[in-house]
């Protein structure tokens, strides 16, 4: 083939629209566009969608802004400050986003990723409650009747009542556990959620319960908790199931009040008693588990003896003396 050949001017080319800047006639540009249209995603606003991290912008050396691809004609945007609890987040990296608008008004695609997570979250959670499933929280922080939980990145609720089956004495020593809960509230209008620790304690100590009480038998001895100190006397826990030392029976020496003897949290061994048809009522003994004082009495004490004793009490009628540890006269 020769040059000449080569400089054959082409008949078909359209040097008009070749001066306006483009060789295609507008209805093929038009029809070029229409495919590539059809190449990109459709999106939608208020949806969430998968992207891929494509830059990190910077400001100042500073990251200010993650530039994220969703197949979408423009990057969207996402601010940095959303992806800070992801200090190993990379480019290339597939995220979760919530299209907040298609364009803005430099016609640049928003996006959020804190707003994606949220909406994932509550689906986690309704599903949870759907399913009534065991979930961890992160306990936040303290706040007014209870604590702030962290559950799947949503703050619930967990009202002090719900915390335990007992008395909760230090509030801030919960601060930074990670617990099972189940949730127990869901508000969709105000977007609030209560949880419970308590249920699943309930839950446990009631099959502990049944266990317990099955096997229950005059004399047995087990080991508790001192649970509650009255004056009347002390309620131990007996791994879900509570029995009642009655102050007569803590000791074999007079107590003015059960706390001279025993103190909150105190494991102790028990002996029972006696329990009502049911066994929800249980009688237990602490002095019991000691040799009484009475038999080691000396044999041949008898009335006329003069013996030295402390006075333990003195009332109206009369004085209570302590002729040995646990025996009065």
Partial sequence: MSNQEHLTPNP?????????????????????????????????VNEVVIGKVVEFVKNDKTIREVLVDVGYKSLGVVPYTEFRYNQDLKVGDEVEVYVISQEDRSGALVLSHRQARLERAWERINEAQEKDEVILGFIKSRTKGGMIVDVFGVEAFLPGSQIDVR??????????KTMEFKIVKINQE??????????????????QKRDIISKLEKGQVLEGTVKNILPFGVFVDLGGVDGLIH??????????????????????????????????????????????????????????????GKVELIT????FVEIAPGIEG
């Fill in 247 to 308: 102050i007569t029976d803590l000791s074999w020496e007079r107590v003015s009040h059960p706390s001279e003897v025993v103190e909150l949290d105190q494991k102790i061994n028990v002996v029972i008693l006696d329990f009502d048809e049911n066994k929800t009522r249980i009688a237990l003994g602490l002095k019991q588990l000691t040799p009484n004082p009475w038999d080691n009495l000396d044999p041949n004490l008898k009335p006329g003896d003069v013996l030295k």
């Fill in 167 to 176: 008395p909760i004495r230090d509030y801030d020593a919960l601060i930074d």
């Fill in 190 to 207: 105000q977007k609030n959620v209560v949880v419970s620790h308590k249920i699943l304690v309930e839950a446990e100590l009631e099959q």
């Fill in 316 to 319: 109206d009628y009369g004085a």
């Fill in 12 to 44: 078909d080319f359209d040097w008009g629209m070749y001066e306006k800047g483009t060789t295609l006639s507008e209805a093929a540009r038009k029809e070029q566009e229409a495919k590539y249209e059809e190449t990109l995603n459709s999106l939608k």
